[in-house]
């Protein structure tokens, strides 16, 4: 049983078929690590779930300019699919050359702080997020591994910049532990999904209100359906509404890129109000342990091992195991077996009926 076929069936079981998706986080190009992709299959991704969405540079050397119009020139080709974000380093750039961009055909920024080597108190941050303001435009920011925490200069530039929608990628794991107490006092700010780990989804899900939270993919570097099936199960697992979920996969930016006011879903639903048994918890942390391990370019295979001995008799058994034994041959796509088992494991009983119902027809 294939991890493609795995997660086919459980989008089939959550109803995606349904879905008109933006992604609010994606590249196309070439990065200096090897990864690439074209526009083209980025299209072909998002063709089976008439999705949209933003697109922006790989990380290069040297200057963004000539990246930044190719993806605005892809966008202008695909006008229905794809939105051009222009990437900045602001160690490098006037707020002249954000306002160029936009005027270019941008319709927002991407700032990597990792890859570019500068923290959110740079003064280069705050130019580009009052070039965007004025233009109620949003500026996505890598907020995942290798930043340590922003600290409090997330909420003073989204104080300071009011009328810029500030995406956080990757569910904002390097503050959520603090800043999703506290994302409701900052309307403007805004939390992406594109992350594998699902008990992080579950925690952003829980602490910051539905309407902050933007779906992303990461393309090329996850897979877009994927992290679909993963952030469905997680919404549904937490208690949100299906209103919620239309504005998560798509609705509230939308309504952000057309320079609307937000929708308001509520608050957040605050912590989980169930306790995983014991034994799931532990093939939890061992899933989990395996991925990081992976991630790390390390060996799993011991620890994926004992996964699969600590697999149950519960009513998704047979596709954890099927997706650990994926992961454990090694293949390219084991990552996102091990996020699709540890997504099954962590969110118990969602749509488990049609789900199991799909996954009988599927191929072995």
Known sequence: MSVAAIVEGELAALGAEGIRLFDV???????IDGSTRSAEEHLDDLAPLRGRSVIFPFCVSGSYEDENLRVIEEGRRHPEELVPFARLDPKSIS???????????AKGFKLHPRAEGFRLDHPGVAAILAAAAAARAPVLIHAGGGVGSFGLAITELADRHGDCPIVL???AV????WLGEVAADHPNLYFDTAWWNPSDLLALFALVPPGQILFGSDEPYMKLEVVLAIVLRCARSAGLSEEAIALVLGGQLAALL??????????????????????EGRLAILLAAAGGCMLGGGDPT?????????????????????????????SPQAPWAIAMALTLVVTPGTGSAAAQACSTTLAV
């Open 169 to 171: 990628a990757h569910a």
């Open 25 to 31: 986080h994606s590249h196309t190009g070439a990065d």
């Open 302 to 330: 011991q620890i994926l091992e004992l996964a699969q001995l600590a697999v149950g008799e519960g009513e998704d058994a047979d596709r954890v195991s099927a997706l650990i034994d994926e992961a454990r041959t090694g």
């Open 174 to 177: 390097s503050d959520l532990v």
């Open 95 to 105: 707020p002249a050359d954000a306002a160029q961009a936009l005027d270019a055909g």
């Open 258 to 279: 057309e320079g609307d006011a937000p929708a308001d879903a509520g608050p957040a639903l605050g912590r989980a109000s169930f306790t995983m048994p014991t034994l």
